[in-house]
């Protein structure tokens, strides 16, 4: 059998243990080791860290764990912006289903928006709870106060502007609800932009579905956007528009140019 075939065979199996590993070991840890540092730790802020770094921790050993398999290899460039990207709106490209998984790994104190289920959840709720991660069912008002107590405690979240996962090919578009959120809050952004050659993981893709050679995961943090200078516009939403045109133009550019 042919050298390559091999590889393919290999990162479809490594793949499929790497998938079982952190769902199984999730649904083991979430009950159990979180509800523990949750009840060890005051409440509050103190809590809320640990947890978040927990679930870093564990992140940051799941990708290493995929590079000593082979399944990927990662390229990261200005890391050391997200390490210290405290109280930052962090806007990010979503071309696979490793990103957030990346991003964490990269970030000591990620906070993110997340579905109800995940935070009701019998299995993953001790885990998404500890952390203090935001519910995405929240009114308006009460979300632009948890985002902005998140801020305030030095906390970076973590947003996904297309909503879903990019289909390759297809032109960034950005929803304005990051916008919004980043003009109301008077938040600095971080852009970052990830690519993966060739891509895998990707929407509508199943995971057994292993590209033909090892997929090169690239993250380029750029530099930190002050959006102050947007509000001089007579209305938010005026300035909303404008940051959405400006940051899909900046990931279009730097897309294009394969700059991540």
């Known amino acids: 059998m042919p050298a ?15 998938f079982a590993f952190l769902f199984g070991g999730g649904a083991i840890l979430a009950p159990t080791v979180f509800p523990l ?42 890391a050391e912006r997200l390490r210290d990207g405290r109280g930052k709106l962090v806007v990010a490209n979503h071309p696979s289903l490793l990103d957030v998984v990346l991003l964490m790994a990269l970030m000591p104190r990620a906070q993110c928006i997340v579905k109800k289920e995940l935070w009701e959840s019998r299995w993953l709720g001790g885990m998404v709870r500890g952390a ?31 909503g879903t996962r990019t289909v390759p090919g297809e ?32 929407k509508g893709e199943k995971w057994w579905m292993t590209p033909p050679r090892r997929p090169i995961f690239r993250v380029m943090v750029g530099d930190r956007l002050d959006v102050t200078g947007l509000l001089g516009y007579q209305y938010r939403s005026l300035a909303a528009r404008k940051l959405v045109r400006s940051l899909e133009d900046y990931f279009a550019e730097r897309l294009a140019d394969g700059k991540a």
């Open 4 to 18: 390559r075939c091999l590889d393919r065979l290999w990162r479809r199996a490594a793949t499929g243990f790497a």
């Open 37 to 78: 540092v949750a009840l060890t730790s005051p409440a509050g802020a103190v809590r809320r860290q640990r947890c978040q770094h927990l679930v870093h921790l564990i992140f940051r050993f799941y990708i290493r764990m995929l590079l000593v398999l082979r399944v990927i290899d990662l390229e990261v460039e200005g």
């Open 132 to 162: 203090g991660y935001i519910r995405n069912d929240l009114d308006p008002e009460a979300l632009l106060d948890a985002c902005r107590a998140a801020l305030e405690a030095g906390d970076g979240i973590i947003i996904f502007p297309e």
């Open 171 to 202: 032109p960034v578009r950005f929803r304005r609800g990051f916008a919004n959120l980043a003009t109301l809050l008077e938040a600095e952004v971080q852009p970052v932009t990830i690519t993966c050659d060739p891509p895998t993981l990707i």
